[in-house]
């Protein structure tokens, strides 16, 4: 089961991310956009997907997935339970989070 300490991991080892603390929410940047968010339990993660494939992506598997808090739902963004995740899904649905963030050469970059 992956927690924060891996989504630290992931989120850190890519080009330009840094972490900051808000609310109690540990948050993963590119400059000022935040790419994840941890919840203050730890149980959540909050990252950022596109609006228009979110509701199929929670409705596909609403045991992990769900939809973000009301005031949340402006934004690219879903969230998910990290007790239900694997690693390597949680990696890349980090990795495509960031992805969204990044000019595409950093991106194009780092991916190789």
């Keep these: 089961m992956p927690g924060l300490d891996d989504v630290r991991r992931i989120a850190l080892q ?3 991310a840094y972490e900051a603390i808000v609310r109690d929410y540990v948050k993963f ?3 000022r956009i935040v790419f994840a ?3 203050p339990d730890e149980t959540l993660l909050g990252f950022g997907y596109p609006r228009e494939q979110r509701e199929a ?3 596909a598997n609403p045991g992990t997935f769900l939809m973000p808090v ?3 739902l402006r934004y ?3 969230r998910l339970r990290l007790a239900e995740i694997d ?3 949680l990696e890349e649905l980090l990795v495509d989070a960031w992805r969204m963030c990044v000019p595409k050469k950093v991106a194009a970059e ?3």
């Design 29 to 31: 940047r590119v400059g």
């Design 76 to 78: 690219q963004w879903v």
């Design 57 to 59: 992506l929670v409705a």
């Design 37 to 39: 968010s941890v919840s």
């Design 14 to 16: 890519l080009p330009r």
């Design 87 to 89: 690693p390597v899904e």
């Design 110 to 112: 780092y991916l190789g």
């Design 70 to 72: 009301t005031s949340d």
